[in-house]
């Protein structure tokens, strides 16, 4: 009888990190022919950031104009610093809701591609582990789309939140930076890492059971694709890589349990 070798290490950040670029090999190197499930969220989200975006350019001017009107031209340095101070607002403003433009967009990409984002899953799943899903009906469609609109309201709550206590709270700017850094990556996280358990028909209790028990790989997953995000265009691409990382986090979580359960002892 051979001694048992030693368990595989078990995952940490730094590999639960490196999933959601794994994942992009997976998809668009591996396996092209996946592109029929991820191009329509894919233009949904492209769409919706370009119709965003032509909003914000469009009505930036009569924002700033209404919450500021221009002081005109003044005279000497007061006039001058009023002015530049008109043109920082303007600015600001402008990046701001650049910023909410990528959002709202990301925001309605996800909740858009949920049923394809499942399904993608479940195709990559299967050709990844063998395991076959559930059968695809319309409650799961329905379960699927809520579960993204709840996760998306908690979402926006929270940062809501960390906004308001920027704004009233004194010197609370660095703590509430590194509170919304850590709220994106844990809502990447949950995000991509629910689709594959859904996806094999797993409850609700089990998912949350799952998501506690490994806070590292999972955080690490959320920030690799936060990472992703900040990647000009190929951010864009950003969501099948998730869903394919979110898979394989999943199954090899799964296959470090299997390997560290003991063995049954041998009959005599």
């Known amino acids: 009888m051979t ?10 950040f730094g590999r639960g990190l490196a999933l959601p670029f794994r994942g992009a090999k997976l998809v668009y190197v591996d396996h092209p022919d996946l592109i029929r499930y991820w191009m329509v969220p894919l233009l949904v989200t492209l769409l919706t950031l370009i119709g965003s975006v032509a909003a914000v350019l469009a009505w930036d001017d009569a924002l700033v104009g209404w919450l500021w009107p221009d002081p005109g031209e003044g005279e000497g340095l007061e006039g001058w610093l009023l002015d530049a101070a008109h043109g920082a607002f303007g600015l600001v403003l402008t990046v701001l809701l650049l910023l909410v433009a990528a959002v709202v967009a990301l925001l309605v990409g996800t909740l858009v591609a949920a049923p394809f984002n499942a399904r993608l899953a479940e195709v990559i799943d299967e050709r990844v582990t063998g395991t076959r899903p559930p059968p695809l009906g319309l409650g799961r469609l329905a379960l699927d789309l809520l579960r993204v609109a709840l996760l998306e309201l908690a979402f926006a709550a929270v940062n809501v939140a960390l906004f308001g206590v920027g704004l009233v709270v004194p010197g609370a700017g660095p703590v509430v930076f590194v509170l919304g850094l850590a709220a994106w990556a844990g809502y990447f996280a949950l995000t991509y890492v629910d689709v594959p358990l859904a996806a094999r028909g797993r409850g609700v209790t089990d998912r949350l059971r799952f998501t506690v028990g490994h806070p590292l790989p999972l ?8 990472l992703f995000l900040f990647v000009p265009f190929v951010n864009l691409l950003f969501m099948p890589a998730a869903v394919a990382g979110g898979v394989l986090l999943v199954a090899e979580l799964e296959r470090e349990a299997v390997a560290a359960r003991p063995e049954p002892p041998l009959a005599p």
Do not use: K, Q
């Open 219 to 226: 955080l690490g997953f959320g920030t690799g694709v936060g």
């Open 3 to 12: 001694a048992p070798g030693p368990l595989p290490r078990p995952m940490g």
